[in-house]
């Protein structure tokens, strides 16, 4: 645990940065609910946060790579470059009162295992880069794992550029004004992509596991619904005169929890479903609402439950009620993506080498892994998260557990390189 200090410090010290009172929190017991990390991709917040990791860079005799969509790389150079590249990391962005750790851990843990190959005097033989992926949230540019879809050309560079944000700023202008839009694609695609991330549920815990061994990462589909009714007097409209925009959404949110329910039953998995994201217009309590905006979460590690989920739920949108009319698209569908064998094996051999305990797991969270495994083979390494919090500001993670998860990237990866 000799080097724990270093990381731990600099999770402490970042997630200051991201956390809306400034506060520098490093214990579990001083954290409460009004320490959120709030730290949207393409805001002075996000640029912060970038600046510290590219401090810290450079400090150590790296050079960054800043690609056209945002995404930093640092390269340690390999004995034999021709070999494939091994690639780790995962984002810095976070949700709305978010948690320390969710993505940073990966991204700071990263930098941390070349800094100690550097320090070891470890000769690697690949090259192998640490990676911090632009917006993998998805919540400021409504495009969840944005850098990483950008990155593996899963979707074009127009398409994510003049993606807006709330204040109808597209992203190419946002990250411009951070600077950090750079003017090149980052050259090379990893054979082998490693992404260390914090567990954002409670089984580990629970089980008392001290690595999750992630098999697959849920497939997802993210729906955007406007509802149009008719605004009106609270007072004096008729209930059987009213089109409200609201009551009608209320009847959809209702469908969604239902239909989740149902899959979970029918198909015995981890089926979810979400409305976490909503807007009524003009929101005063004597105006029957015209207007709302709502945004659907379903996910599952099964196709299937996922396209039951999807169909239901559309057949509901379809059906005429209420004299209010929907509106939708599909924001971002995704199926559920398999963590490569060779990768999984080789956690487990660096697992059992550290005589830590460990479990196979899907992961119910989205992460840049889910693109990235499309064009390399990729796994990814979980440590509890206590009482399963995440995506709160109660979001931790004990951190002789980020350490544990950090010698089995570090120890996955020296596998990995000699492939
Ligand atoms: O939404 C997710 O699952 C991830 O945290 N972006
Ligand atoms: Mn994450
Ligand atoms: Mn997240």
């Not at 010290?13 to 579990?28: D, F, L, P, T």
């Not at 450079?58 to 960054?64: A, L, R, T, Y």
């Not at 409670?202 to 997802?220: H, M």
């Amino acid at each position: 645990m000799e080097n724990m200090e270093r990381i731990k410090k600099i999770l402490i010290e970042q997630g200051a940065i991201g956390r809306e009172n400034g506060k520098a929190i490093s214990e579990y017991e001083t954290l409460t609910e009004n320490d959120g990390v709030t730290r949207p991709a393409g805001t002075e917040k996000d640029k912060k946060t970038r600046d510290y990791f590219v401090d810290l860079c450079k400090k150590n005799g790296f050079e960054p790579f800043i690609d056209v969509f945002g995404n930093i790389f640092v390269t340690l150079r390999g004995s034999s470059p021709d070999e494939g590249i091994i690639m780790m990391g995962s984002h810095l962005d976070s949700v709305v009162h978010g948690g320390m750790f969710d993505g940073t851990m990966g991204v700071f843990s990263a930098l941390e295992v070349l800094l100690r190959f550097k320090e070891s005097g470890y000769r690697n033989r690949r090259d192998i880069v640490a990676v911090a992926f632009t917006g993998e949230e998805g919540s400021a540019f409504h495009q969840p794992m944005l850098g990483s879809n950008g990155f593996t050309g899963n979707i074009g560079r127009e398409k994510l550029w003049t993606l807006k944000n709330r204040d109808e700023i597209d992203f190419k202008s946002a990250m411009q004004r951070i600077e950090y839009l750079g003017d090149s694609e980052f050259p090379g695609k990893p054979e082998y992509y490693l992404e260390y991330h914090i567990e954002q549920g409670p089984v580990l815990e629970e089980k008392g596991k001290e690595i999750g061994i992630v098999t697959s990462i849920t497939g997802q589909c993210v729906l955007s619904l406007e509802f149009e009714g008719i605004q009106g007097h609270s007072g004096t409209t008729p209930m059987e005169m009213r089109s409200d925009a609201l009551v009608r959404a209320a009847d959809i949110i209702a469908s969604v929890d239902r239909i989740a329910r149902d899959a979970s039953k029918k198909y015995r998995n981890h089926s979810v479903g979400t409305v976490g994201e909503l807007s009524v217009d003009p929101g005063r309590f004597n105006v029957i609402p015209g207007h709302v905006n709502m945004k659907i979460d379903l996910r599952s590690e099964q196709s299937e439950s996922l396209a039951f989920m999807k169909k239901k739920v559309l057949d509901e949108i379809e059906r005429e009620k209420f004299g209010v009319k929907i509106k939708y698209s599909i924001v971002a569908e995704v199926e559920p993506s398999i963590m490569s064998d060779e990768v999984m094996n080789a956690i487990r051999s660096s697992v059992s080498t550290l005589g830590f305990s460990s479990m196979d797991m899907p992961s119910g969270a989205g992460h840049d892994t889910i693109p990235i495994s499309r064009i390399s083979k990729a796994g990814m390494i979980f440590v509890p998260s206590i009482r399963g919090l995440s995506h709160t500001p109660l979001e931790w993670t004990n951190f002789s557990d980020v350490e544990k998860g950090l010698e089995v990237l570090e120890g996955t990866v020296k596998i990995l390189d000699r492939r």
